[in-house]
Nanobody, 123 residues
Framework: QVQLVESGGGLVQAGGSLRLSCAAS????????MGWFRQAPGKEREFVSA????????YYADSVKDRFTISRDNAKNTVYLQMNSLKPEDTALYYC????????????????WGQGTQVTVSS
């Protein structure tokens, strides 16, 4: 069973940066596409970014495009989300997720999920 553990969240002022990490275990990490999602209180889970098996292809939600960067280090079984120019509307619990059969923005297509890391952006 694949296990995912997020870290790197915290409190930051608007305009600041955070780097989230997601460490994976229990599977063949290099064969999995990885995604980041977020969920704010009272809202549905929202796609943020995704990356293919080797990092050649990436997807971003329009709301984070040009501010966030997803990357992966298969040797470390880790995926990252570099978040720059953070806005208060980025405040949410951020989850990483994995799937085996291709990059997608749809949360229900992901098989494994971490427990999330909180990102709070002050105005």
């Amino acid at each position: 069973q694949v296990q995912l553990v997020e870290s790197g969240g915290g409190l930051v002022q608007a305009g600041g940066s955070l780097r989230l990490s997601c460490a994976a275990s229990g599977g063949s990490f290099s064969t999995y596409c990885m995604g980041w999602f977020r969920q704010a209180p009272g809202k549905e889970r929202e796609f943020v970014s995704a990356i293919d098996w080797v990092g050649y292809s990436t997807y971003y939600a329009d709301s984070v495009k040009d501010r966030f960067t997803i990357s992966r280090d298969n040797a470390k079984n880790t995926v990252y989300l570099q978040m720059n120019s953070l806005k208060p509307e980025d405040t949410a619990l951020y989850y990483c997720a994995s799937r085996k059969f291709g990059i997608t923005t749809t949360p229900e297509r992901y098989s494994y999920w971490g427990q999330g890391t909180q990102v709070t952006v002050s105005s």
